[in-house]
């Protein structure tokens, strides 16, 4: 469903999601104090403009209180973002998800009316730690504490034999909900899917499960 976003702060994660927003179909309106910025991201999104985003009033005449979603991406400039944030709540924009650059930063974000939060370095750090302990694994999600979704390449034990044979919820504590082959996504596979050598294996569970993986003949 097209939506209407709002980026605020155009450095390479703010332009990164504006991007690839633009590109899944929704309608985007990017801001940055730089002109140079805005004139490199004008062509990628639906609109592009240069103002103040912790100018309360410069967002209202930008009409930025009818966007139902925003994403504040200041992050080196603190107080910047902590104004921004502040000014879209006031305007009433109803979902704000904002990047921060420490904890005391995501605490006072929350506080000032941030939706949700994200430490893209810390997450992008766990996920690289998972991927690099576990050489079988290639993306890692984090669910909760020491449970995650990771997409992994099937053990040699695993390939030729079906997900019934493999009984992985039972021998493993592990949930396959999805199979990757080649540019095909089988989402909640059957039982009778019989896993390939090039698939890759998307699967929920305990980390210390994930990690067993390896144990069963991961490295290939």
């Known amino acids: ?32 104090s730089s002109e140079r910025t805005v004139n490199d991201i004008a062509p990628h999104v639906t609109h592009a403009l240069q103002l103040d985003a912790s100018d309360e009033g410069a967002l209202r005449a930008a009409g ?71 050489s079988s694994v290639i993306d890692y999600l984090d669910l909760g504490p020491r449970f995650g979704i990771a997409k992994v390449r099937p053990p040699t034990d695993w390939i030729g034999r079906s997900l019934a044979q493999l009984q992985l919820p039972a021998t493993m504590k592990l949930t396959p909900i999805a199979i990757c082959r080649a540019d095909k996504v089988i989402v909640n596979p059957h039982s009778s899917e019989v896993v390939g050598k090039d698939d890759v294996v998307v699967l929920v569970g305990p980390d210390e499960r994930l990690e067993r993986i390896r144990e069963r003949g991961a490295d290939r």
């Open 64 to 134: 930025a209180g009818d966007f139902p979603h925003a994403i504040v991406s200041i992050s080196s400039a603190i107080d910047a973002s902590i104004f921004a944030v502040m000014a879209l709540q006031n305007l009433g924009v109803p979902n704000i998800i904002a990047k921060a650059a420490n904890d005391l930063h995501a605490s006072i974000l929350e506080r000032v009316g941030a939706s949700r939060v994200v430490l893209p370095e810390r997450e992008m750090g766990e996920r690289v730690a998972h991927t690099f302990a576990i």
């Open 1 to 32: 469903m097209k939506q209407q976003v709002l980026v605020v702060g155009l450095g390479r994660f703010g332009s990164s999601v504006a991007r690839e927003l633009h590109l899944l179909g929704h309608e985007v309106m990017a801001v940055d």
